[in-house]
Each structure stands twice: as C-alpha cells, then as structure tokens.
C-alpha cells in the first residue's frame, strides 16, 4: 500500500523513515512525550540561547556575553520560525555554541568536563546538520589538535593533556559513530548509508552544488512528485550563471532576515575593525567558511546554517564593542549608534509581536490549518479513518497533506493519495474496516465528505 502513502522527504524501503538526521526528531518526541511537539522546540530554543551566552562567556567579558545572549533571545526566541515552527535551528545552533564555548576552556582549563562538552557538542552537529556541522567542525580540529601537540602557551603536560582532554572527547565520539552505524544500518541496511543520501538516490534528480547538472528525469508514481521533481526544481535552479545568481541572491535574503535586523546596519563602522581583532580572526575564518559551504550548495535555508548562529553574534557584539569607543570629533558618536542598534532589535521584535507576525519570513511558519482541523475533528470521531486527498490541476505542490505517523496499520487517521482505479481499490480492499472520506484541497479544504459509493464499488 506505500503508493497510495507516499510522502515528500520520506522513504520507504528498506523501511519506512524520514530522511533528515536523527537530531530535530529527538526534541519532537520529547515534546510529544510532555504534552506537544511543540514543547521540544521551546524547550531547545531555551537550551540554545543558554548554550550560546555559554560560549560568548569564553570570548567576552560577562557584560558583552549577557548582551549577545539577550539578543539571541530577542532575535531566535519570540518571533522566529525556529520558535514557531518545526523546521528547527535551535538543536544545531545548540551543537555549534557548545563547541566554541568548550574549545577556549579547554585551552585554558583542560578539563574532562569541556572535552565531554565538545564531544557532545559535536555529535549534535553529526545528527542535525552533518554537512554544515562538518565545515564548522574542520577549523576546530585543527585549533584543537594544535593544542594537543603543545603548540599553545602554557599547555599542560601531555599526559594531561590526553588523559583529561583527548580521550573524553574521543570516547564520546566513538559512541556518536557507533550510534549513527547503527541507525543507518536500521533504516537503510547499511550503516555507511544514510537515510538522507539513499532518498536523494531514489527521488532526486537535481544535483546538491551549483556546479552539478540534473540527471535525466525520473518517473514518479503520483503527479504531485512529478511536478515537484521534474518540474519546479529545474526550473527554480538552472545550471547557468543566472541561476546561480537567483539561489544566490534568494540567500542573502533569506539569511539576512533571520539572523540580522536592519538596525545592525548602524554597526558597519565597528564590523570593518574585526578583521584587525586577533582574538576574533579564528570566528571570521569559521564564518567565511560556512557562508562559503552555504553558497556553493543549491538548496538553503537559514536554519541549515544554524551552527554558525554563536559566531555570528560574538561577531555583532565584538563589532558592537569597537563602534562603542569610537569618537568623532571628541563626540561619542559610536556609543550612540552601538546603542541605537541595540535598541531598534528590541523595536523589531516588539513590532513583529504586536503584528503577531511568526517571523520576518512569513512563509515559513504560516500555513493553511484546515488539514489539521479535520485531523482533529476525525480523531475525536468514533472509530478508524482513512482520508483520500484528491488533488487538482493546479496544485501548490508546497502544499502537502499527505503524510502520517509512524504507525500506519494502527493510526486511528490516515491520509492517502487518490491514484488509479485498481491502486484505489488495493488500498480500500486493504482498509476495508475504516471509514472512507474524501478531500479535495484545491476545490475546498474545509470539506470533508464520504467517498462516492460509485468510486468504491470497484473493490475486487
């Protein structure tokens, strides 16, 4: 019956999983367990602003780091999609922070407890964004295995160095790998293939870099999948310098809008100093090197991102920091504009919130709550549901209802696409002890009504 099932982003041999790492799905089920998903995305947007002032306590004085965290807060946790939706963020941007706030204590310290926070920090980047956690990850083992060879000033003995520091780390690691094998090995049969990898292999014919040219078309068994994979992807990216530029430019958008206010623009001044700042050359490299993994990738979002999020902000309160002691003209004309921009964030956010706007980006957390109207009005029906979704001409194919559970069999409400005559009939023959509903989105999403006796009566 997986046909009549078949949902974006999703696989279904050798079984039935999403594609995405591990790492977003864990806080979900942890809010599902308390009560509402919904919970484990507050609870990691919480975690990622502690996690963040954390790791800005390592690279500013406390006054600085409380700002940084202030705006973090002000900037991920009110009116952001990585609050109010579930596309996350927050988990990442988690991963990255604990990282760069272990590192510095390391150098200093060496103590086993940052080296199991590096660790973990770096098995959350492993199973939330693999590829962008890589590319973030490349200059800290390099910075890290700097000090293990004794390179820093004052480091500890050797000894110490591998007994407090190296081996904590790695053994932590050794268990990320042991787990990820496993959890490939339980999805895909094969503990080097990920799930992620093995749906691109099945469904996608667009390649992942801007330098990679599409595949020949695939034949897909619904018309929604042929639309979006033989149709809107080829023409959203084309392998040609325009195209190029459209990804490019729909980035910088997109990116700018998450992670900056146009109030940061008052902070220009301060930015061009950065690169001077020693202490914050290793976050530059990290950031020009993301931007940089970002860029040359077709697809993206911000929260794909999310690990650089710590260094973005170190970098904005740092800049924050030298417009604040510049001087014109013996005024502190800097001061009032590092204070200026400040202010206009806690104006942004406040006026995002007062127009119950979910994000600067709209799109990404706001989206047509009929589906789930009828999901809740069903679930409270007395007994089992499956729901044919009969799709028309002109479908947004961004608009997706088909998608359900972990369980199918024993789901109490099921959705299905509407496909030929005798696929119909497998799957009514099949679920023959449910009611059978019909709903046509793009005629009215709002009505949900028996199927018509006549299209059941070719059951065999």
């Known amino acids: 019956m997986w046909m ?58 406390p006054k600085w780091a409380l700002l940084g965290g202030i705006s973090v807060a002000l900037k991920f946790g009110i009116a952001s999609y990585w609050m109010n939706s579930y596309w996350g963020g927050a988990v990442a941007a988690s991963g990255g922070a604990l990282v760069l706030g272990a590192m510095p204590r390391i ?41 293990l060879l004794g390179k820093a000033k004052s480091a500890p003995p050797l000894q110490t160095r591998i007994r407090s520091v190296l081996l904590p780390a790695a053994g932590v690691l050794l268990m990320t790998v042991a787990f990820m094998g496993y959890y490939n090995w339980r999805l895909t049969g094969n503990p080097l293939l990920s799930p992620y990898v093995l749906n691109e292999r099945a469904y996608n014919t667009m390649g992942l870099f801007l330098w990679d040219r599409p595949k020949p078309p ?19 990216y084309q392998n040609t310098r325009a195209g190029v530029w459209k990804v490019s430019a729909q980035k910088l ?66 800049a924050i920091r030298h417009l604040n002691k510049m001087r014109v003209a013996g005024r502190p004309i800097g001061m009032a504009l590092a204070a200026a921009a400040v202010m206009l ?6 006026r995002n919130v007062s127009r119950r706007v979910c994000d600067p980006l709209r799109w990404t957390c706001e989206g047509d709550p009929s589906r ?40 109490k409400v099921l959705w299905a696409r509407e496909l030929d005559a005798e696929q119909n009939a497998k799957l009514f ?32």
């Open 429 to 460: 023959a099949y679920f023959k002890d449910r009611r059978i509903w019909l709903v046509a989105p793009d005629e009215d999403n709002t009505e949900l009504i028996p199927y018509p006796r006549k299209d059941l009566s070719s059951e065999p």
């Open 4 to 61: 009549s099932f078949e949902s974006f982003h999703v696989n279904w041999f050798p079984t039935y999983s999403s594609k995405y790492p591990p790492g977003q799905g864990v806080v979900l089920a942890l809010g599902q367990f308390l009560g509402l998903p919904w919970i484990g995305v507050m609870l990691s947007t919480g975690a990622m602003c502690a996690a963040i002032l954390w790791m800005l306590q390592a690279w500013l004085p």
């Open 218 to 236: 695939l034949e897909y068994r619904n018309d929604q999948f042929e639309d979006f994979y033989n149709q809107w992807e080829r023409e959203e």
């Open 372 to 411: 789930v109207a009828i999901q809740e009005k069903l679930s409270h029906t007395p007994g089992k549901h499956l729901i044919i979704v009969r799709y028309g001409e002109e479908h947004n194919i961004h608009d997706e209802w088909v998608f359900n559970g972990a369980e199918i069999d024993s789901a």
């Open 253 to 318: 958008n997109r990116n700018g809008s998450v992670y900056f206010w146009w109030g940061a623009v008052l902070l220009l001044p301060g930015a061009r100093l950065l690169y001077r700042d020693k202490r914050m050359r290793f976050l530059l490299i990290l950031f020009f090197l993301e931007a940089a993994g970002v860029f040359v990738v077709i697809w993206s979002m911000p929260h794909y991102a999310a690990p650089v999020a710590c260094v973005i902000f170190a970098l904005t309160v740092q």
């Open 345 to 350: 964030l806690g104006v942004d956010t406040t």
């Open 107 to 147: 150098i200093r310290h060496a103590r086993t407890r940052d080296a199991l926070l590096l660790g973990l920090g770096l098995a959350t980047l492993a199973n939330t964004r693999p590829y962008e956690g890589l590319l973030f990850s490349i200059p800290v083992t390099g910075w890290f295995f700097w000090w």
